[in-house]
């Protein structure tokens, strides 16, 4: 097949089913409208997808202990193919359309083509039977094909590196026992202690699956706070409702445990007690209903304690122990501390890492790209930011296809409000590609839709 005249990069669509996908009604007809414009073209497009089209990570189920896994070295695994399987159908099922119109994307032109790169959300896609079920809903290779390696460089386009960018990551990176795991010849897939082929489950995906999509079930635009390391700097627990508050607080010292971060850079109220005393700072403030209604729970799902709460919270190893058993029960904590109209910032007092602590996803990402020195133009996404610097050598990022908040230096506190659901309408987007035209060899940052609230 001859090269496409124009190559246009999207990435990042986070296209999910069930309470945490915000691929909402809006965002998705913009997306057939956009591919429906690619159709239309008088000439050959291949329209590459770079990572994240699909968030396996966030369809149902999304927690449970039957997702996760370990080899026998202890290496940690999520999805069999079967659940991965299972997911598509339901992604599908709750978007037809978005693949309805890639297969009326193909059927336009004879010469148009479909590559995807999977990202860090789908790597799902290096099941070969998840590949297959892909092309009865969109259409068939060598028309609509996956790319399995690490980037992309289209016929054709030789001056052109196209890369998702999460290998360039130390959360999402998929590497067991010091060895690249993204590539046909090296799949993310490892045999189980259990003897069970599953995914190899990076650092981000566990830190989904044991921590945020848990809290996206109740505050379902936490994950599109944007960036990732600015959004826990500066992200309060005090005064917060206390499921945030141990939510939060285990996921800072699971970070922390990882090497990530060091664990003196994490807690900057207390790097000994952490969610716990941000917990007793709670119930010292908490409305006597919520005591009164914390007080039952915890009685009625046997925890037994000879001190009254007050007292409890100031004894080390009761808290410890209170600790312990809300982690595998939060839900005790549901609808406690509501009525408290808490801020989402980093107010005295609060539980977040340490203003020293510095890390900045999006400036990582291009450093990388400028290492790439094969290509003077290179594509990335996975960090949901836009980026356009043209130059000697261009570097453009393409952002996402959600609704983003991004927390801006000078910019006052919000109300967690903004975070619960149907409070989408308050969050923009900006829905951004890539277009290159193979005759004149130059690549631009587009937009096709964007909504500043």
Not at 132 to 156: M, N, Q, S, T, W
Request: proline share 6%; aromatic share 12%; with cysteine.
């Amino acid at each position: 097949m001859d090269p496409a005249a124009e190559l246009v990069v999207v990435s990042d669509h986070h296209i999910s089913e069930g309470k945490l996908d915000d691929f909402d009604q809006e965002l998705e007809g913009h997306w057939v409208a956009f591919v429906e414009s690619l159709a239309a073209q008088p000439h050959a497009v291949e329209l590459v997808i770079n990572g994240d089209f699909l968030d396996f990570v966030q369809a149902t189920p999304w927690s449970g202990a039957n997702l996760e896994d370990h080899t026998e070295d202890g290496v940690p695994l999520c999805y069999t193919q079967r659940k991965s399987r299972d997911k598509l159908a339901a992604i599908a099922a709750a978007h037809p359309e978005v693949f309805a119109v890639l297969r009326r994307f193909l059927d336009a032109r004879p010469d148009h083509r479909i590559t995807i790169l999977p990202g860090n959300h789908d790597a799902d896609f290096f099941w070969e039977k998840v590949r297959g079920d892909f092309a009865e809903l969109v259409g068939p290779p060598p028309r609509c094909r996956f790319h399995l390696e690490r980037h992309y460089v289209a016929d054709g386009y030789p001056w052109l590196w196209i890369e998702h960018g999460h290998q360039a990551d130390p959360l999402n990176r998929f590497e067991a026992r010091g060895e690249e795991r993204w590539s046909p010849e090296a799949p993310p897939i490892l045999r189980s202690r259990l003897g069970e082929d599953r995914l190899y489950e990076c650092t981000g995906t566990r830190f989904l699956i044991k921590f945020m999509n848990g809290l996206d079930a109740y505050y379902p635009f936490i994950d599109n706070v944007k960036p990732f390391s600015r959004f826990i700097t500066i992200f309060g627990a005090t005064a917060l409702e206390p499921r945030a508050i141990l939510a939060i607080g285990s996921a800072l010292r699971y970070l922390a445990e990882l090497g990530l971060y060091h664990r003196k850079d994490v807690l900057s109220r207390d790097s000994e007690e952490g969610a716990g005393h941000a917990l007793g700072a709670w119930y010292e403030s908490a409305l006597p209903a919520d005591r009164k209604a914390l007080a039952a729970r915890l009685r009625e799902s046997g925890f037994e304690t000879d001190l009254p709460l007050g007292m409890l919270f100031k004894d080390p190893e009761e808290l410890e122990r209170l600790q312990v058993h809300l982690a595998d029960r939060i839900d005790i904590l549901a609808g406690l501390g509501e009525g408290n109209e808490s801020l989402l910032g980093a107010e005295e007092g609060t539980l977040a890492l340490k203003a020293g602590f510095s890390a900045n996803e999006t400036e990582d990402l291009a450093k990388y790209a400028a290492t790439i020195t094969s290509a003077r133009t290179v594509v990335m996404g996975h960090t949901h930011e836009p980026v356009d610097r043209p130059g000697a050598q261009s570097y453009f990022n393409t952002g996402s296809w959600t609704r983003y908040y991004k927390f801006a230096e000078e910019e006052k506190t919000r109300p967690w409000s903004l975070l619960k659901e149907k409070s989408y309408e308050r969050f923009p987007f900006r829905l951004l590609y890539v277009k290159a035209v193979r005759e004149t060899g130059v690549a631009a940052l587009e937009t096709w839709q964007e909504r500043f609230r």
